[in-house]
T-cell receptor
Protein backbone atom coordinates (compact mmCIF):
# COMPACT_ATOMS: atom_id res chain seq x y z
CA UNK A 1 0.00 0.00 0.00
CA UNK A 2 1.93 3.03 -1.32
CA UNK A 3 -0.63 5.65 -0.20
CA UNK A 4 -0.49 8.82 -2.28
CA UNK A 5 2.36 9.09 -4.78
CA UNK A 6 3.42 12.14 -6.79
CA UNK A 7 5.84 12.53 -9.66
CA UNK A 8 8.11 14.26 -10.32
CA UNK A 9 9.60 15.39 -7.00
CA UNK A 10 11.33 18.37 -8.59
CA UNK A 11 10.79 20.18 -11.88
CA UNK A 12 12.17 23.28 -13.54
CA UNK A 13 10.20 24.80 -16.41
CA UNK A 14 10.69 27.77 -18.65
CA UNK A 15 7.91 30.33 -18.94
CA UNK A 16 5.34 29.16 -21.46
CA UNK A 17 6.12 25.44 -21.21
CA UNK A 18 3.41 22.98 -20.26
CA UNK A 19 3.65 19.91 -18.10
CA UNK A 20 1.61 17.43 -16.08
CA UNK A 21 2.10 16.66 -12.41
CA UNK A 22 1.08 13.11 -11.67
CA UNK A 23 -0.82 11.94 -8.59
CA UNK A 24 -2.01 8.44 -7.79
CA UNK A 25 -3.52 6.74 -4.74
CA UNK A 26 -4.14 3.07 -4.03
CA UNK A 27 -6.60 3.45 -1.14
CA UNK A 28 -9.75 3.59 -3.31
CA UNK A 29 -10.46 7.12 -2.05
CA UNK A 30 -13.24 9.00 -3.75
CA UNK A 31 -11.99 12.49 -2.92
CA UNK A 32 -8.75 13.83 -4.39
CA UNK A 33 -7.41 17.35 -4.45
CA UNK A 34 -4.46 19.50 -5.49
CA UNK A 35 -2.99 22.24 -3.32
CA UNK A 36 -0.20 24.70 -3.75
CA UNK A 37 1.92 25.86 -0.84
CA UNK A 38 3.71 29.19 -0.96
CA UNK A 39 5.98 30.67 1.75
CA UNK A 40 4.04 32.36 4.55
CA UNK A 41 0.67 31.23 3.25
CA UNK A 42 -1.60 28.36 4.08
CA UNK A 43 -2.31 25.61 1.59
CA UNK A 44 -4.55 26.81 -1.23
CA UNK A 45 -6.90 24.49 -3.06
CA UNK A 46 -6.44 24.43 -6.84
CA UNK A 47 -8.87 21.75 -8.04
CA UNK A 48 -10.62 18.81 -6.50
CA UNK A 49 -12.58 15.72 -7.50
CA UNK A 50 -15.26 13.76 -5.63
CA UNK A 51 -15.07 10.77 -7.94
CA UNK A 52 -14.10 9.53 -11.39
CA UNK A 53 -15.41 11.89 -14.05
CA UNK A 54 -16.20 14.69 -11.59
CA UNK A 55 -13.91 17.67 -11.02
CA UNK A 56 -14.41 21.19 -9.72
CA UNK A 57 -12.43 24.35 -9.15
CA UNK A 58 -10.94 25.38 -5.85
CA UNK A 59 -9.64 28.73 -4.65
CA UNK A 60 -6.87 29.25 -7.23
CA UNK A 61 -7.73 27.30 -10.44
CA UNK A 62 -6.44 29.70 -13.11
CA UNK A 63 -3.66 28.27 -15.26
CA UNK A 64 -4.35 24.68 -14.23
CA UNK A 65 -6.46 21.86 -15.63
CA UNK A 66 -7.39 18.50 -14.13
CA UNK A 67 -9.17 15.34 -15.16
CA UNK A 68 -10.23 12.22 -13.26
CA UNK A 69 -10.67 9.29 -15.60
CA UNK A 70 -10.04 6.68 -12.90
CA UNK A 71 -10.46 6.55 -9.12
CA UNK A 72 -6.70 6.14 -8.70
CA UNK A 73 -5.27 8.98 -10.80
CA UNK A 74 -5.69 12.75 -10.64
CA UNK A 75 -3.15 14.57 -12.85
CA UNK A 76 -2.67 18.34 -12.72
CA UNK A 77 -1.78 20.08 -15.98
CA UNK A 78 -0.05 23.43 -16.23
CA UNK A 79 -1.11 24.85 -19.56
CA UNK A 80 1.48 27.62 -20.03
CA UNK A 81 3.80 27.92 -17.04
CA UNK A 82 4.35 31.31 -15.45
CA UNK A 83 6.82 32.37 -12.71
CA UNK A 84 3.83 32.92 -10.39
CA UNK A 85 3.28 29.16 -10.51
CA UNK A 86 6.59 28.52 -8.77
CA UNK A 87 5.45 26.65 -5.68
CA UNK A 88 5.28 23.31 -3.94
CA UNK A 89 2.32 21.24 -5.08
CA UNK A 90 0.64 18.64 -2.91
CA UNK A 91 -1.92 16.05 -3.91
CA UNK A 92 -4.24 14.68 -1.22
CA UNK A 93 -6.96 12.06 -0.98
CA UNK A 94 -9.58 10.92 1.48
CA UNK A 95 -12.67 8.81 1.75
CA UNK A 96 -15.89 10.62 1.12
CA UNK A 97 -19.05 10.06 3.04
CA UNK A 98 -21.44 11.42 5.61
CA UNK A 99 -18.69 12.09 8.11
CA UNK A 100 -15.22 13.64 8.00
CA UNK A 101 -12.30 11.42 7.12
CA UNK A 102 -8.55 11.90 7.49
CA UNK A 103 -6.73 13.33 4.47
CA UNK A 104 -3.60 11.67 3.13
CA UNK A 105 -0.95 13.70 1.34
CA UNK A 106 1.62 12.91 -1.29
CA UNK A 107 5.27 13.92 -0.80
CA UNK A 108 4.94 17.05 -2.92
CA UNK A 109 6.36 18.36 -6.19
CA UNK A 110 8.66 21.38 -6.01
CA UNK A 111 8.18 23.38 -9.22
CA UNK A 112 10.31 26.30 -10.34
CA UNK A 113 9.32 28.37 -13.37
CA UNK A 114 12.05 30.61 -14.79
CA UNK B 1 -9.80 38.20 8.69
CA UNK B 2 -8.77 34.59 8.12
CA UNK B 3 -11.29 31.96 9.10
CA UNK B 4 -8.57 29.86 10.77
CA UNK B 5 -5.89 31.63 12.77
CA UNK B 6 -2.90 30.05 14.45
CA UNK B 7 -0.61 31.43 17.12
CA UNK B 8 2.21 31.84 17.47
CA UNK B 9 3.50 32.01 13.89
CA UNK B 10 6.98 31.04 15.08
CA UNK B 11 8.09 29.34 18.27
CA UNK B 12 11.60 28.49 19.45
CA UNK B 13 12.05 26.48 22.64
CA UNK B 14 14.63 24.38 24.45
CA UNK B 15 14.53 20.60 24.45
CA UNK B 16 12.28 19.30 27.21
CA UNK B 17 9.93 22.29 27.31
CA UNK B 18 6.15 21.94 27.18
CA UNK B 19 4.86 23.40 23.92
CA UNK B 20 1.43 24.84 23.16
CA UNK B 21 0.21 25.90 19.72
CA UNK B 22 -3.19 27.52 19.42
CA UNK B 23 -5.82 27.53 16.69
CA UNK B 24 -8.96 29.67 16.56
CA UNK B 25 -11.63 29.48 13.90
CA UNK B 26 -14.70 31.51 13.04
CA UNK B 27 -16.90 29.02 11.14
CA UNK B 28 -19.05 26.12 12.23
CA UNK B 29 -17.10 22.93 11.87
CA UNK B 30 -17.62 19.19 11.71
CA UNK B 31 -13.97 18.44 12.59
CA UNK B 32 -10.61 20.06 13.23
CA UNK B 33 -7.34 18.65 11.94
CA UNK B 34 -3.79 19.04 13.17
CA UNK B 35 -1.05 18.18 10.67
CA UNK B 36 2.74 18.19 10.74
CA UNK B 37 5.19 19.13 8.01
CA UNK B 38 8.93 18.61 8.46
CA UNK B 39 11.32 20.90 6.53
CA UNK B 40 11.27 19.92 2.88
CA UNK B 41 8.89 17.12 3.71
CA UNK B 42 5.39 15.96 3.14
CA UNK B 43 2.32 16.64 5.27
CA UNK B 44 1.16 14.11 7.82
CA UNK B 45 -2.13 14.10 9.68
CA UNK B 46 -1.62 14.02 13.47
CA UNK B 47 -5.16 14.35 14.81
CA UNK B 48 -8.71 14.78 13.65
CA UNK B 49 -11.12 15.75 16.43
CA UNK B 50 -14.60 17.13 16.86
CA UNK B 51 -14.78 17.24 20.67
CA UNK B 52 -12.72 16.76 23.79
CA UNK B 53 -9.16 15.60 23.71
CA UNK B 54 -6.94 13.12 21.89
CA UNK B 55 -3.47 11.89 22.82
CA UNK B 56 -0.81 10.16 20.78
CA UNK B 57 2.51 9.64 22.48
CA UNK B 58 3.80 13.05 23.59
CA UNK B 59 1.23 14.95 21.53
CA UNK B 60 -2.12 16.05 22.92
CA UNK B 61 -4.85 17.89 21.02
CA UNK B 62 -7.83 19.55 22.66
CA UNK B 63 -10.82 21.36 21.26
CA UNK B 64 -13.46 23.65 22.77
CA UNK B 65 -16.33 23.82 20.30
CA UNK B 66 -18.19 26.57 22.20
CA UNK B 67 -15.11 28.82 22.18
CA UNK B 68 -14.06 27.74 18.65
CA UNK B 69 -10.55 27.05 19.83
CA UNK B 70 -8.12 24.16 19.74
CA UNK B 71 -4.67 23.61 21.19
CA UNK B 72 -1.87 21.24 20.29
CA UNK B 73 0.48 20.40 23.14
CA UNK B 74 3.83 18.66 22.98
CA UNK B 75 5.24 17.33 26.24
CA UNK B 76 8.98 16.77 26.78
CA UNK B 77 9.79 18.39 23.42
CA UNK B 78 12.66 17.03 21.35
CA UNK B 79 14.61 18.48 18.40
CA UNK B 80 12.89 15.96 16.11
CA UNK B 81 9.61 17.75 16.91
CA UNK B 82 10.91 20.73 14.91
CA UNK B 83 8.41 21.17 12.10
CA UNK B 84 5.54 23.30 10.88
CA UNK B 85 2.27 22.44 12.63
CA UNK B 86 -0.84 23.22 10.64
CA UNK B 87 -4.42 23.55 11.85
CA UNK B 88 -7.27 23.03 9.38
CA UNK B 89 -11.04 22.73 9.78
CA UNK B 90 -13.74 20.87 7.92
CA UNK B 91 -16.56 23.38 7.67
CA UNK B 92 -20.09 22.16 8.43
CA UNK B 93 -21.67 20.85 5.25
CA UNK B 94 -18.33 20.17 3.56
CA UNK B 95 -16.87 16.98 4.96
CA UNK B 96 -13.82 16.78 2.73
CA UNK B 97 -12.76 20.34 1.88
CA UNK B 98 -10.55 22.02 4.46
CA UNK B 99 -9.97 25.62 5.51
CA UNK B 100 -6.30 26.01 6.37
CA UNK B 101 -4.38 27.97 8.93
CA UNK B 102 -1.02 29.44 7.93
CA UNK B 103 0.96 27.11 10.19
CA UNK B 104 3.22 27.48 13.22
CA UNK B 105 6.94 26.94 12.71
CA UNK B 106 8.40 25.20 15.76
CA UNK B 107 12.12 24.90 16.42
CA UNK B 108 13.33 22.86 19.38
CA UNK B 109 16.95 23.53 20.32
CA UNK B 110 19.03 20.79 21.98
Amino acid sequence: NAGVTQTPKFQVLKTGQSMTLQCAQDMNHEYMSWYRQDPGMGLRLIHYSVGAGITDQGEVPNGYNVSRSTTEDFPLRLLSAAPSQTSVYFCASSRRGSKVYEQYFGPGTRLTVT
Amino acid sequence: KNEVEQSPQNLTAQEGEFITINCSYSVGISALHWLQQHPGGGIVSLFMLSSGKKKHGRLIATINIQEKHSSLHITASHPRDSAVYICAVSELGSNYQLIWGAGTKLIIKP
